[in-house]
């Protein structure tokens, strides 16, 4: 049982650069958000999903995009990068928005320099 | 106002100590509220869920006041290994996301 995987771990990125943050899970999950953790801080939420093919934004959507046209897997796409978007970066699924438990990924570290 | 707001500390208290935090939360149609534990660089995971009743998991007791909007953790006899941030979150409301709160910070020392 993988639960959720991020891909990648790491990440070094130039400003101006594009590129795609990848988070599948297999437990049939119907919500998945991505969130931003930046150092000493606590989690902003980026963009949710409450089933495929719905989307919404959270706290801090602004340079971010996000599909979700399957229910196992919710990317997030850096538009064109900046060194503010520096963070370290967790996608999270629960079965439900209500009552169950969020099970997180392991986290993308990403640095744009 | 902020949706969940809890105290961010650090709380230092020594090993063996019992220690408590509270968060508060805005919105009362709020259904559903958890703890979870975030180690230093790695990823939240579920410490337990709080119930109504409140709820005892060994050295953990989470409780839930709707009245005043608030849950609370305790920690007994606090162990090194404790030390971690604690987040409380809040699921099942209106806004129809889950809101984590932005953690409160312990650290145990010897």
């Not at chain 1, 959270?58 to 990317?75: A, L, M």
């Not at chain 2, 902020?2 to 220690?19: I, L, M, R, S, Y």
Request: hydrophobic share 30%; proline share 4%; with cysteine.
């Amino acid at each position: 049982n993988a639960g959720v995987t991020q891909t990648p771990k790491f990440q070094v990125l130039k400003t101006g650069q594009s590129m795609t943050l990848q988070c599948a899970q297999d437990m049939n999950h119907e919500y998945m958000s991505w969130y931003r953790q930046d150092p000493g801080m606590g989690l902003r939420l980026i963009h949710y999903s409450v089933g495929a093919g719905i989307t919404d934004q959270g706290e801090v959507p602004n340079g971010y995009n996000v599909s979700r046209s399957t229910t196992e897997d919710f990317p997030l796409r850096l538009l064109s990068a900046a060194p503010s978007q520096t963070s370290v970066y967790f996608c999270a699924s629960s079965y439900s928005v209500q009552g169950t438990e969020a099970f997180f990924g392991q986290g993308t570290r990403l640095t744009v320099v | 106002r902020k949706e969940v707001e809890q105290d961010p500390g650090p709380f230092n208290v020594p090993e063996g100590a019992t220690v408590a935090f509270n968060c508060t939360y805005s919105n009362s149609a709020s259904q559903s509220f958890f703890w979870y534990r975030q180690d230093c660089r790695k990823e939240p995971k579920l410490l337990m869920s709080v119930y109504s009743s409140g709820n005892e998991d060994g050295r953990f007791t989470a409780q839930l006041n709707r009245a005043s909007q608030y849950i609370s953790l305790l920690i007994r006899d606090s162990k090194l290994s404790d030390s971690a941030t604690y987040l409380c979150v809040l699921g099942g409301s209106s806004a129809s996301k889950i809101i984590f709160g932005s953690g409160t910070r312990l650290s145990i020392r010897p």
